[in-house]
């Protein structure tokens, strides 16, 4: 089944937009809503309306699939993270990237070689993920240097930011120039012995069973 249409509606959440550092810092309360200036990037008021995005996919059979993006009450609370604001999400929702789907395994603080996955029809959906034959996956992916270091910078940082351990699976869109779209980061891989995350590491010389032993001693030692 095919997406024809994307369709975006901004929307409220049942919370509210606190900024900590301003009610930690004194910010006097009327009983409903926080009185003064807010101190933290982003804020208009120490709190604000929670915001959140109705996200809508029109199928080419006419159905329409549906589903919300909301905020959590702390979101950009203490200046960590941004606010979710509608209007600064929704053209990132919107833009379409057009690339080569791509899988990049971590493991012991190190990128695995590139997988790239290409569906033989359609995009990499839930048909062509789960049914055997729908998708031919090439590891080690035929990329450039620039484009195979550009990976593994993304999967490495993201592996640090999210204060992961062990082990872990990040899939990205590699656009035409090169650059490396991050579309979600998997911290419990598939570890069958087709699972993406040990083909990477068979690529790399690590076999199915040396991984799964690897990956039982680090849960011992506490670096899983």
């Known amino acids: 089944m095919k997406i024809v249409d994307l369709i975006c509606s901004a929307g409220r959440t049942g919370f509210y937009f606190d900024d900590q550092r301003a009610i930690k810092g004194g910010a006097g309360h009327d009983g409903i809503f926080y009185v003064g200036a807010p101190v933290t990037e982003g804020f208009t008021a120490v709190r604000q309306a929670g915001e959140s995005i ?23 609370a203490g200046g960590r993270d941004p606010l979710f604001l509608a209007k600064d999400f929704i053209p990132v929702i919107e833009q379409y990237i057009k690339g080569r789907e791509m899988s990049v395994g971590i493991f012991e603080g190190k990128a695995l070689p590139s997988i790239e996955i290409i569906p033989k029809e359609g995009f990499y959906d839930y048909e062509n993920k789960y049914q055997a ?35 872990s699976r990040f899939d990205f869109i590699l656009d035409e120039n090169g650059t490396p ?17 040990p083909q990477a590491a068979a690529a790399a010389g690590i076999s199915y069973d040396e991984l799964c032993e690897r990956v039982v001693m680090m849960a011992v030692n506490g670096k899983a």
């Open 54 to 76: 109705s996200v809508m996919l029109v199928l080419e059979d006419g159905q329409v699939a549906y589903g919300d993006c909301a905020a959590v009450q702390y979101s950009g």
């Open 133 to 167: 034959g729908m998708t031919t996956e090439i590891c080690p992916a035929p990329l450039t240097e620039a484009e195979t270091a550009a990976l593994a910078e993304a999967t490495c940082k993201g592996f640090e930011a999210l204060r992961l351990r062990g082990y």
């Open 181 to 197: 779209w991050c579309l979600e980061a998997n911290t419990l891989p598939g570890m069958t012995p087709t699972s993406l995350l």
